[in-house]
């Protein structure tokens, strides 16, 4: 691992912060985490492990990825990790048990880091076993266990990449392909379940229609034969844009399907139920504050834990104008998932607080990698879940937002 300057900012236009403002959240107690130096993107991608006693953050400006140690008081720094400048590095996180799988997107590979003797150390570096310069392989990562899946969503349709752990080395075991000649962009997003590989393909479009989106399930068969095509989940409505799978989060019987495109930008989640006859849609969740054909790209990130879901919509706008963003928090009460507190809002325009979520227990994290200030770009925010929703009555108003830039 080598030491680097910072890259520049690589977020794309839409993304970069809009001005300065003062910073922080309003509507629960927050602390906040940060880069160690500025032009960061810190909160670019999260990643929890199943313990909830992790927390990686990747601040793919900077080239470097931030192992956090978290127990009931909050999160520490176990370990800052540093990848090469201009591959990538940190393009999307999974974490699992004692590994670590980094996404380098710009150079199509992945980092695995291992944690031994309460130290995080490079494992390998893996590449497709049939290269594809620009693939962006390592752009969507799931792990469990000895099982890695790696998006290339760029390969051609795109593209999955499912590596194993042999007890010695990392080896590639299969690739799989869309079942839908029609899919685009299709490993864009990943669930590795016990028994099943979903893979999204958020902008696969239908007759008369663009990027709808597309959600694959692939089962797997009998030991050794690998993932099969066995369903496909859609958006409820063909509307153009949905970008159906730009975001996916399952736990259990129960799979979030973010659709921020959904609605003219509004956005919507879909939330499928597992059945013995397969995955079947349960109910759709709308943006609670949202005024209607407004883009403010609901579901642009999903987290659940239990019966807490979290759900990003970074270009929310303050009713007075302005891009603040948005997290919203839902609880299952009876089989129904319900606003648990007035949503919490950022006061720094351009910030995307929502941009990336995660749950870990009670603790909501809340990524705002566009935060901009002296000392850093880039925060993630954590408060308690569960005190919080007591405590919304007496939560601020929309905080001042300055409208966002012409």
Same mark, same amino acid.
């Given at each position: 691992?080598?030491?680097?300057?910072?890259?520049?900012?690589?977020?794309?236009?839409?993304?970069?912060?809009?001005?300065?403002?003062? $910073?922080?959240?309003?509507?629960?107690?927050?602390?906040?985490?940060?880069?160690?130096?500025?032009?960061?993107?810190?909160? /670019?991608?999260?990643? !929890?492990?199943?313990?909830?006693?992790?927390?990686?953050?990747?601040?793919?400006?900077?080239?470097?990825? @931030?192992? @956090?140690? =978290?127990?009931?008081?909050? =999160?520490?720094?176990?370990?800052?990790?540093q990848g090469v400048a201009g591959r990538g590095f940190g393009a999307a996180l999974a974490l699992d048990g004692d590994r670590l799988a980094v996404g380098e997107a710009g150079a199509d590979s992945?980092?695995?880091?291992?944690?031994?003797?309460?130290?995080?150390?490079?494992?390998?570096?893996?590449?497709?076993?049939?290269?594809?310069?620009?693939?962006?392989?390592?752009?969507?990562?799931?792990?469990?266990?000895?099982?890695?899946?790696?998006? +290339?969503?760029?390969?051609?349709?795109? +593209?999955?990449?499912?590596?194993?752990?042999?007890?010695?080395?990392?080896?590639?075991?299969?690739?799989?392909?869309?079942?839908?000649?029609?899919?685009?962009?299709?490993? $864009?997003?990943?669930?590795?379940?016990?028994?099943? *590989?979903? !893979?999204?393909?958020?902008?696969?479009?239908?007759?008369?229609? /663009?990027?709808?989106?597309?959600?694959?399930?692939?089962?797997?068969?009998?030991?050794?034969?690998?993932?099969?095509? !066995?369903?496909?989940?859609?958006?409820?409505?063909?509307?153009?844009?949905?970008?159906?799978?730009?975001? *996916?989060?399952?736990?259990? %019987?129960?799979?979030?399907?973010?659709?921020?495109?959904?609605?003219?930008?509004?956005?919507?989640?879909?939330?499928?139920e597992r059945g013995l006859s397969g995955w079947s849609l349960r109910t759709s969740l709308q943006p609670p504050t949202d005024v209607s054909g407004v883009a403010t790209r609901f579901g642009w990130?999903?987290?659940? %834990?239990?019966?807490?879901?979290?759900?990003?919509?970074?270009?929310?706008?303050?009713? $007075?104008?302005?891009? =603040?963003?948005?997290?919203?928090?839902?609880?299952?009460?009876?089989?129904?998932?319900?606003?648990?507190?007035?949503? /919490?809002?950022?006061?720094?325009?351009?910030?995307?607080?929502?941009?990336?979520?995660?749950l870990a227990g009670p603790r909501a994290l809340i990524a705002a990698p566009g935060q901009s200030d002296a000392q850093a770009v880039g925060r993630v925010f954590s408060t308690d879940l569960a005190?919080?929703? @007591?405590?919304?009555?007496?939560?601020?108003?929309?905080?001042? =937002?300055?409208?966002?830039?012409?």
């Amino acid at each position: 691992m080598n030491a680097t300057t910072p890259a520049p900012n690589r977020l794309p236009a839409l993304l970069l912060p809009l001005a300065l403002a003062a $910073a922080g959240p309003v509507g629960a107690q927050f602390s906040a985490l940060g880069a160690d130096s500025g032009a960061a993107e810190f909160g /670019y991608a999260l990643a !929890v492990d199943s313990a909830a006693s992790r927390l990686a953050v990747s601040a793919p400006a900077q080239s470097a990825v @931030y192992v @956090y140690l =978290c127990d009931a008081q909050g =999160c520490g720094l176990e370990q800052r990790l540093q990848g090469v400048a201009g591959r990538g590095f940190g393009a999307a996180l999974a974490l699992d048990g004692d590994r670590l799988a980094v996404g380098e997107a710009g150079a199509d590979s992945v980092r695995l880091f291992r944690r031994v003797s309460g130290s995080w150390t490079a494992e390998t570096t893996l590449a497709a076993a049939a290269p594809l310069a620009g693939s962006r392989f390592g752009e969507a990562l799931a792990l469990r266990g000895e099982r890695l899946a790696i998006g +290339a969503p760029r390969q051609a349709q795109g +593209a999955v990449h499912v590596f194993s752990f042999s007890g010695a080395s990392w080896a590639q075991t299969q690739t799989v392909f869309a079942q839908d000649v029609q899919a685009r962009r299709f490993g $864009a997003r990943l669930v590795l379940l016990p028994d099943q *590989l979903l !893979v999204a393909a958020p902008l696969t479009s239908s007759p008369g229609s /663009y990027a709808n989106g597309r959600v694959e399930v692939h089962a797997e068969g009998a030991a050794g034969s690998g993932f099969a095509f !066995v369903q496909a989940l859609l958006p409820a409505a063909a509307n153009g844009g949905e970008l159906f799978g730009q975001a *996916l989060s399952a736990q259990g %019987d129960r799979l979030l399907v973010g659709s921020p495109g959904a609605a003219a930008g509004a956005g919507r989640v879909q939330v499928f139920e597992r059945g013995l006859s397969g995955w079947s849609l349960r109910t759709s969740l709308q943006p609670p504050t949202d005024v209607s054909g407004v883009a403010t790209r609901f579901g642009w990130s999903l987290a659940q %834990d239990g019966a807490r879901v979290l759900v990003g919509e970074p270009f929310a706008r303050a009713p $007075a104008g302005g891009l =603040c963003g948005v997290a919203h928090a839902f609880i299952d009460s009876a089989g129904t998932l319900a606003p648990a507190a007035v949503p /919490y809002r950022d006061r720094q325009p351009g910030g995307l607080f929502g941009f990336a979520v995660a749950l870990a227990g009670p603790r909501a994290l809340i990524a705002a990698p566009g935060q901009s200030d002296a000392q850093a770009v880039g925060r993630v925010f954590s408060t308690d879940l569960a005190l919080s929703l @007591y405590g919304h009555g007496f939560e601020l108003p929309w905080p001042s =937002c300055a409208p966002a830039a012409p």
